[in-house]
């Protein structure tokens, strides 16, 4: 009988306090009437049993080993730190994969399965499912070693100060000043900007109904092509633009260091100067020996003649 009531007890509670948390659930506008599993009301329920028991056990441990002003200190720490912790993940879990999935349909599914003459009808829950795919692979390509397109360097060492810093050391203003904000920022102006033209703006131009639900459809992929050619086109501008000075610098020789440039320019006429001053200081040289040799063998000549002149007298 005990055995009996121990396993109802561990059944019955734990899929009843799931069910209650399933019958909250339906009632959020993004959900669309979730239907109600005992499966995961028992594992629901399973996981806020076991925390209330780990809290429990943790608080008593604390009040039996340490002072109460210790604990109450600690319980204020982690409460801050769980609520700073749990809206910046309430905000990257659940909002900005709401986002990216919305601008996905919006410029994928829409255009190609919507009629025009229909209006779309968006699942929540479903894009947040994408969103969520498409966030955990960019954040994936972010932390990869290697260079991968679409991913700046910069969100490389964002992630991994978090990383590093955990939830006990977390910053939550930086976070959200750095990481938080510029991400949502894009994906508001994404959705909004091609909206605003949409539906504000081009109406005002007077053409039919029909025009107007056709621009509305293809506005955000107008918006897409449009910003992809505006910046490829920035690109090539750019690519072309040190193409073009890396030719001229070749040509001109531009910042390069020219031995024969102001002041040393002059040095190879000085030296041209030079070697022919020493030239013609050696030709002289040379014409003066030549000069002193043949006033030597005339000097010999005359000398043999005197010698001669007395012999023959003898």
């Given at each position: 009988?005990?055995?009996?009531?121990?396993?109802?007890?561990?059944?019955?509670?734990?899929?009843?306090?799931?069910?209650?948390?399933?019958?909250?659930?339906?009632?959020?506008?993004?959900?669309?009437?979730?239907?109600?599993?005992?499966?995961?009301?028992?594992?629901?329920?399973?996981?806020?049993?076991?925390?209330?028991?780990?809290?429990?056990?943790?608080?008593?441990?604390?009040?039996?080993?340490?002072?109460?002003?210790?604990?109450?200190?600690?319980?204020?720490?982690?409460?801050?730190?769980?609520?700073?912790s749990s809206v910046l993940l309430s905000i990257w879990i659940f909002v900005i994969p709401v986002l990216i999935g919305l601008l996905f349909e919006l410029l994928v599914i829409v255009p190609m399965r919507v009629p025009i003459d229909e209006s779309p009808v968006f699942l929540l829950y479903q894009d947040w499912a994408l969103g969520l795919i498409f966030l955990k692979i960019w954040t994936r390509l972010?932390?990869?070693?290697?260079?991968?397109?679409?991913?700046?360097?910069?969100?490389?060492?964002?992630?991994?100060?978090?990383?590093?810093?955990?939830?006990?050391?977390?910053?939550?203003?930086?976070v959200l000043h750095e990481i938080i904000m510029p991400i949502v920022t894009k994906l508001l102006t994404a959705l909004c900007v091609p909206y605003v033209l949409a539906r504000g703006i081009f109406p005002l131009?007077?053409?039919?109904?029909?025009?107007?639900?056709?621009?509305?459809?293809?506005?955000?992929?107008?918006?897409?092509?449009?910003?992809?050619?505006?910046?490829?086109?920035?690109?090539?501008?750019?690519?072309?633009?040190?193409?073009?000075?890396?030719?001229?610098?070749?040509?001109?020789?531009?910042?390069?260091?020219?031995?024969?440039?102001?002041?040393?320019?002059?040095?190879?006429?000085?030296?041209?100067?030079?070697?022919?001053?020493?030239?013609?200081?050696?030709?002289?040289?040379?014409?003066?020996?030549?000069?002193?040799?043949?006033?030597?063998?005339?000097?010999?000549?005359?000398?043999?003649?005197?010698?001669?002149?007395?012999?023959?007298?003898?």
């Amino acid at each position: 009988m005990t055995l009996l009531i121990f396993n109802a007890g561990m059944i019955v509670f734990p899929i009843s306090l799931g069910r209650l948390v399933f019958e909250a659930v339906p009632r959020l506008p993004i959900t669309h009437g979730i239907k109600c599993n005992d499966l995961f009301s028992f594992s629901i329920g399973c996981y806020i049993l076991w925390s209330v028991a780990a809290g429990t056990r943790y608080a008593i441990d604390y009040i039996t080993s340490r002072q109460l002003g210790f604990l109450v200190q600690q319980i204020c720490k982690w409460c801050s730190i769980v609520l700073k912790s749990s809206v910046l993940l309430s905000i990257w879990i659940f909002v900005i994969p709401v986002l990216i999935g919305l601008l996905f349909e919006l410029l994928v599914i829409v255009p190609m399965r919507v009629p025009i003459d229909e209006s779309p009808v968006f699942l929540l829950y479903q894009d947040w499912a994408l969103g969520l795919i498409f966030l955990k692979i960019w954040t994936r390509l972010v932390m990869l070693d290697q260079m991968a397109p679409l991913v700046d360097e910069s969100w490389r060492s964002k992630f991994e100060r978090v990383r590093d810093d955990g939830f006990s050391r977390l910053k939550g203003l930086w976070v959200l000043h750095e990481i938080i904000m510029p991400i949502v920022t894009k994906l508001l102006t994404a959705l909004c900007v091609p909206y605003v033209l949409a539906r504000g703006i081009f109406p005002l131009l007077g053409y039919p109904l029909i025009v107007n639900s056709a621009v509305y459809r293809f506005a955000w992929l107008g918006s897409l092509i449009f910003s992809a050619l505006f910046f490829w086109g920035k690109r090539f501008h750019v690519w072309f633009t040190n193409l073009h000075n890396s030719i001229r610098d070749d040509r001109y020789l531009i910042g390069r260091r020219l031995h024969n440039f102001g002041e040393d320019s002059h040095s190879p006429e000085r030296s041209e100067s030079g070697a022919s001053i020493g030239s013609d200081d050696q030709d002289r040289d040379i014409v003066l020996r030549d000069q002193e040799e043949e006033v030597g063998l005339r000097m010999r000549r005359n000398n043999m003649h005197a010698n001669q002149q007395p012999r023959f007298a003898l």
